[in-house]
T-cell receptor, first 111, second 110 residues
Framework: NAGVTQTPKFRILKIGQSMTLQCTQD?????MYWYRQDPGMGLKLIYY???????DKGEVPNGYNVSRSTTEDFPLRLELAAPSQTSVYFC??????????FGSGTRLTVV | GESVGLHLPTLSVQEGDNSIINCAYS??????FIWYKQESGKGPQFIID?????DKRQGQRVTVLLNKTVKHLSLQIAATQPGDSAVYFC?????????FGAGTTVTVRA
């Protein structure tokens, strides 16, 4: 099992550009999440999904979009990147109300 | 969910000593709590969890204590090792979305 795989690991974007952060899990988990982590801070929930075709906003959804067409994939889309979106992004999944399995993160810098 | 906070942002521990990391939570409806460890450049890693019907749970070298009366959670690490140096987060939930505290950075002195 690869667990939760995130790509890319690093990315530099210019203001106004768009990109998609990829997240794939091979554990057949229903629940998937996107968090962002700013320096010295905890994780803030951006979006989550309880199954294919179902997504919902978390604490900080502005500037982001998600889709969940399959159980395995949960991409995060950034439209019109802004410096405030400079952060480390983590994808996570879980089968139920258990501990999350996290990916290794995507470090994004918007300049 | 409501915020979950940690009492101290940093903790310096002598190798071999026991570590105690504290966390206060504010959502009285939370019924599931988890401690995570995050090493530099990596994603958070599950350490141990506890449900609200328990006061204490032990793992390998780690113990989690839950005091629902004062909404307090702690993580005890026995015989702290250099590999325990990391940021530790508590997380809580009353559904299926975890809320994370800001973290405590633990540094182990040789």
């Amino acid at each position: 099992n690869a667990g939760v795989t995130q790509t890319p690991k690093f990315r530099i974007l210019k203001i106004g550009q768009s990109m998609t952060l990829q997240c794939t899990q091979d554990m057949n988990h229903n629940y998937m999440y996107w968090y962002r982590q700013d320096p010295g801070m905890g994780l803030k929930l951006i979006y989550y999904s309880v199954g294919a075709g179902i997504t919902d906003k978390g604490e900080v959804p502005n500037g982001y979009n998600v889709s969940r067409s399959t159980t395995e994939d949960f991409p995060l889309r950034l439209e019109l990147a802004a410096p405030s979106q400079t952060s480390v992004y983590f994808c996570a999944s879980t089968v139920d109300r258990g501990g999350y399995t996290f990916g290794s993160g995507t470090r994004l810098t918007v300049v | 969910g409501e915020s979950v906070g940690l009492h101290l942002p940093t903790l310096s521990v002598q190798e071999g000593d026991n570590s105690i990391i504290n966390c206060a939570y504010s959502n009285s409806a939370s019924d599931y709590f988890i401690w995570y460890k995050q090493e530099s450049g990596k994603g958070p890693q599950f350490i141990i969890d506890i449900r609200s019907n328990m006061d204490k749970r032990q793992g390998q070298r780690v113990t989690v204590l839950l005091n629902k009366t004062v909404k307090h959670l702690s993580l005890q690490i026995a015989a702290t090792q250099p590999g325990d140096s990391a940021v530790y987060f508590c997380a809580e939930t009353d559904d299926y979305k975890l809320s994370f505290g800001a973290g405590t950075t633990v540094t182990v002195r040789a």
